[in-house]
């Protein structure tokens, strides 16, 4: 099983990204997704959650900016982030907890200037 990130890159305060995290070797319908980030020196904090029945949750920090949606079909989890901001700037991380099980996968770097 293995969970992929991709999407992330530079770009400028303000701007958005759209970042994926694509799971393989096991079907996640049920499975719950988070997103999760860790900023140099700080450490990783959760981000947004999608249940398997598609319920998003999300921190404060990020509500209203960031939306989590899921692709059962192609069992790809997508984090759009928009009006991002200097303190977005992040490895950012994807989680899936299948059965009870949890796997992460390798981060994607994000990375806003001001």
């Known amino acids: 099983v293995q969970l992929q990130a991709s999407g992330g890159g530079l770009v400028q305060a303000g701007g958005s990204l759209r970042l994926s995290c694509e799971a393989s070797?096991?079907?996640?319908?049920?499975?719950?997704f988070g997103w999760y980030r860790q900023a140099p020196g700080k450490q990783r904090e959760l981000v947004a959650l999608?249940?398997?029945?598609?319920?998003?949750n999300y921190a404060n920090s990020v509500k209203g900016r960031f939306t989590v949606t899921r692709d059962n079909t192609e069992n790809t989890v997508y984090l759009q982030m928009n009006s991002l901001k200097f303190e977005d700037t992040a490895v950012y991380y994807c989680?899936?907890?299948?059965?009870?099980?949890?796997?992460w996968g390798k981060g994607t770097q994000v990375t806003v200037s001001s």
């Open positions: 989680n899936a907890i299948r059965y009870g099980v949890s796997y």
């Open positions: 070797g096991a079907t996640f319908d049920m499975a719950i």
């Open positions: 999608i249940s398997g029945g598609g319920s998003p």
